[in-house]
């Protein structure tokens, strides 16, 4: 079984301020705080569970980058 997939909630902030832009609105960050949290209210209703650290994908080749340099550097495994 595949792990879980987790989005950043600003992807979903930026997707949505340029859909709403693209329909002629005027959408706009900030004025009523910080939409982080409305967009990850956003995505758990869509079944998504919003990640912290943002895209697992990008955070698994840092791990694996970060695993390569201390096996260089200190002789890690």
């Given at each position: 079984?595949?792990?879980?997939?987790?989005?950043?909630?600003?992807?979903?902030?930026?997707?949505?301020?340029?859909?709403?832009?693209?329909?002629?609105?005027?959408p706009t960050f900030g004025?009523?705080?910080?939409?982080?949290?409305?967009?990850?209210?956003?995505?758990?209703?869509?079944?998504?569970?919003?990640?912290?650290?943002?895209?697992?994908?990008?955070?698994?080749q840092t791990r694996d980058?970060?695993?390569?340099?201390?096996?260089?550097?200190?002789?890690?495994?």
């Amino acid at each position: 079984m595949a792990a879980p997939e987790s989005y950043n909630p600003w992807t979903v902030v930026n997707l949505v301020f340029h859909h709403l832009a693209d329909q002629g609105l005027h959408p706009t960050f900030g004025d009523a705080g910080d939409p982080g949290e409305h967009a990850a209210a956003l995505l758990r209703a869509l079944g998504i569970e919003p990640a912290p650290e943002g895209n697992r994908q990008a955070s698994e080749q840092t791990r694996d980058e970060l695993a390569r340099i201390r096996a260089a550097m200190f002789g890690e495994a």
